[in-house]
T-cell receptor
Framework: DTAVSQTPKYLVTQMGNDKSIKCEQN?????MYWYKQDSKKFLKIMFSYNNKELIINETVPNRFSPKSPDKAHLNLHINSLELGDSAVYFCASSQPGTGVMGEQFFGPGTRLTVL | AQKVTQAQTEISVVEKEDVTLDCVYETRDTTYYLFWYKQPPSGELVFLIR??????QNEISGRYSWNFQKSTSSFNFTITASQVVDSAVYFC????????????FGQGTRLTINP
């Protein structure tokens, strides 16, 4: 059983298009995240949702809009794609408790290429 | 602000050698978590270890060991008798225990084990 899944795995698109990446977790976790890994392998948090509520919103262009229809899903919509958006996007989930940070389980990643 | 530094960008060793990956961190938190993740060529992120700042005991898991030194803000990772399958990019990461529990990653160290 896949714990954290993302679709699609690869996404190739033209500049200016709008695209979405979907993430689902079947671990029953309350918290989900989006991370971006650039071409130099640097990983950085973008967003985090806890029980469908946005709790982390790093300095990300507002062309990026996360949506959490329920706590098992966190989708990422990107408007007006730019060349610099090319990266691997990882979804993750965890189950934080009081004073305890659960391990973050990562999805397989979505490689986005903007031409 | 939190910061993680992995000064070694790339390391290359011959199989069966021991290798240590360095990690130095900065945080104002008095309690925090430290992590190591492995990213093999296939691209997924594999959780290796989580260490609570309360606990400075070193940990060993098979050929892997971790040395946490709060006095020098370091959390180094050693692979003993390295194998070709250990070739990957390794990330050290830091998270607060309270509040928004995002992972702050180091730049990663690309480890190549040559046969």
């Amino acid at each position: 059983d896949t714990a954290v899944s993302q679709t699609p795995k690869y996404l190739v698109t033209q500049m200016g298009n709008d695209k979405s990446i979907k993430c689902e977790q079947n671990l029953g976790h309350d918290t989900m995240y989006w991370y971006k890994q650039d071409s130099k392998k640097f990983l950085k948090i973008m967003f985090s949702y806890n029980n469908k509520e946005l709790i982390i919103n790093e300095t990300v262009p507002n062309r990026f809009s996360p949506k959490s229809p329920d706590k098992a899903h966190l989708n990422l919509h990107i408007n007006s794609l730019e060349l610099g958006d090319s990266a691997v996007y990882f979804c993750a989930s965890s189950q934080p408790g009081t004073g305890v940070m659960g391990e973050q389980f990562f999805g397989p990643g979505t490689r986005l290429t903007v031409l | 602000a939190q910061k993680v530094t992995q000064a070694q960008t790339e390391i290359s060793v011959v199989e069966k050698e021991d290798v240590t990956l360095d990690c130095v961190y900065e945080t104002r938190d008095t309690t925090y978590y430290l992590f190591w993740y492995k990213q093999p060529p296939s691209g997924e992120l594999v959780f290796l270890i989580r260490r609570n700042s309360f606990d400075e005991q070193n940990e060993i898991s098979g050929r892997y060991s971790w040395n946490f030194q709060k006095s020098t803000s370091s959390f180094n990772f050693t692979i003993t008798a390295s194998q070709v399958v250990d070739s990957a990019v390794y990330f050290c990461a830091l998270s607060s225990i309270q509040g928004a529990q995002k992972l702050v990653f180091g730049q990663g160290t690309r480890l190549t084990i040559n046969p």
